[in-house]
T-cell receptor, first 114, second 117 residues
Framework: AQSVTQLDSHVSVSEGTPVLLRCNYS??????LFWYVQHPNKGLQLLLK??????LVKGINGFEAEFKKSETSFHLTKPSAHMSDAAEYFC????????????FGTGTSLTVIP | EAGVTQFPSHSVIEKGQTVTLRCDPI?????LYWYRRVMGKEIKFLLH????????ESGMPNNRFLAERTGGTYSTLKVQPAELEDSGVYFC???????????????FGEGSRLTVL
C-alpha cells in the first residue's frame, strides 16, 4: 500500500531564508515521487519529480528534493525563500504496479514573511 | 498547447439539485483523473479513466456520483442529487503514460468549486 505523510501542515519562513518541507512515503515497490504547488485559486503545478533516476532532483523556481530510500523521505528544499513561494505544497507518490494511481499528502501551507 | 480546462469554475446549488462538471484534458492524454478536496483536507482520488474505460473508480463516494468519458476525450462528473457534504473543489488531471509504463506527470485543471447549500 502506498501513502504519503507531510509532517508539517504549516511552515513559516522569512524571505531569504531556507525552506524545508518534509515528506515521508510508504511504498511496496519502486515509487515515483512528485511535488506539486498550488497558488490560491489556481490548479496544481508540478515542481519536480523523481522517477528512479538521480536521487537529487532539481525543479522549477530553485526548488529541489532528495530521494532517500533508507529514510523513505522526499523532502523539498530551497536555499532562499521568495515572497512568491507562498502557496500550498503537496507531496505525491505513485507506482506503475498499482495502475499508476497517485496518492497525495495532506499538504503544507508555506508562509513567507517579508 | 492548451492545458486541462474545467467548467464551471464555481457552482452554487441547493441540496437535492444536480450538477455536472466537465473536464477537457490535454489532447492526446489517455489518462484522466478526478480528485476532490473538501474544506482544506487532503486531495482524494475519485476515479481514473484510460481512454474511455474506467480503470479505477474505487474513490467514488456513492452512487450519486456518475462519471463518463465518451470517446475518450472530455469527461463529465455528475452529482445527483447533491448533498451538503459534496461541497469542495473537484480537480481534473490528465497524463500520458510515463517511462516504461510508469506514471507520467499529472497536469491539473484549475478545479471546479462546488458549493451545496
Amino acid at each position: 500500500a502506498q501513502s504519503v505523510t507531510q509532517l508539517d501542515s504549516h511552515v513559516s519562513v522569512s524571505e531569504g531564508t531556507p525552506v524545508l518541507l518534509r515528506c515521508n512515503y510508504s511504498s511496496s515497490y519502486s515509487p515515483s515521487l512528485f511535488w506539486y504547488v498550488q497558488h490560491p485559486n489556481k490548479g496544481l503545478q508540478l515542481l519536480l519529480k523523481y522517477t528512479s533516476a538521480a536521487t537529487l532532483v532539481k525543479g522549477i523556481n530553485g526548488f529541489e528534493a532528495e530521494f532517500k530510500k533508507s529514510e523513505t523521505s522526499f523532502h523539498l528544499t530551497k536555499p532562499s525563500a521568495h515572497m512568491s513561494d507562498a502557496a500550498e505544497y503537496f507531496c505525491v507518490v505513485s507506482e506503475r504496479w498499482t495502475g499508476n494511481q497517485f496518492y497525495f499528502g495532506t499538504g503544507t501551507s508555506l508562509t513567507v514573511i517579508p | 498547447e492548451a492545458g486541462v480546462t474545467q467548467f464551471p469554475s464555481h457552482s452554487v446549488i441547493e441540496k437535492g439539485q444536480t450538477v455536472t462538471l466537465r473536464c477537457d484534458p490535454i489532447s492526446g492524454h489517455d489518462n484522466l483523473y478526478w480528485y476532490r478536496r473538501v474544506m482544506g483536507k487532503e486531495i482524494k482520488f475519485l476515479l481514473h479513466f484510460v481512454k474511455e474505460s474506467k480503470q479505477d473508480e474505487s474513490g467514488m463516494p456513492n452512487n450519486r456520483f456518475l462519471a463518463e468519458r465518451t470517446g475518450g476525450t472530455y469527461s463529465t462528473l455528475k452529482v445527483q442529487p447533491a448533498e451538503l457534504e459534496d461541497s469542495g473543489v473537484y480537480f481534473c488531471a490528465s497524463s500520458q503514460i510515463g517511462f516504461a509504463g510508469g506514471p507520467g506527470e499529472l497536469f491539473f485543471g484549475e478545479g471546479s468549486r462546488l458549493t451545496v447549500l
